[in-house]
């Protein structure tokens, strides 16, 4: 596949990958509806939730694997050390946690933006409110990571090629990946933008400096485990 099949496709695909969130808002908006999560809704929502989420990953996790051996990049991915991929892997992961900590108190020291509840955690927190747990920590700690890694690092690195052999072709290839992932989650909100941005630039470097986006799925995923972690234990204190 070229590389403007390739583009075409990591467009249709940022589409594709918001069919899911619709789909969970629509359960949000049907038991907040309701007053409550009813027996029924409990009973069906996860498992159309869990056929979605193969039915949307699949196409993504395909798409990565047929492209991922087309440039030489990743391909002595197994020659890094197993210690040093877990060392770093902890400290990208440090690294999330003190952009999601302290991003909002540097955008207000530098730009006097005060501090606001992003728009996307604002979206997670009402999904805890008004939907089977299950279901939440399925989406957000296994099914965003798989198809984000997948598509805003293996999909969209892929086309890239061998670019990715020099720095200049990897800092771009970083920077926009960040930009996108970024934009995907602010909802026009540029302090969110920033924010997850940041993020996005850190998984990025992860996939790169470890050639192997195993493991930038698995810091995603322990970031997002911490962060909706600490969702739940707020609700629940108040």
Known sequence: MNKTNQSVLFVCYLFWINLLPMLIASFSITNKQAGSISPNSALYQP??????????????YWSYRSGRH???????????PMRKKVVWSATYLGLLFLIGTYGHPVL????????QEL??????IEWVRSLPSILVLADVVLVAPLAEEWLFRGILL????????TFAGRFTAAALSALIFGFMHSFYDWPALAIY???????????????DIRWSIAVHMANNAVAISSIYYGLNLN
């Open 47 to 60: 498992p159309v939730f869990a056929a979605a989420a193969c039915i949307i990953l699949l196409p993504l």
């Open 70 to 80: 087309t440039h030489t990049y990743f391909a002595n991915r197994n020659l890094i």
């Open 108 to 115: 207000e020291w530098m730009f006097g933006i005060p501090p």
């Open 197 to 211: 941005g940041a993020m996005g630039a850190v998984l990025c470097t992860v996939y790169l400096h470890l050639r």
């Open 119 to 124: 728009e996307n955690q604002r979206a997670i």
């Open 158 to 165: 892929n086309i890239f090629g061998d670019t990715l052999q």
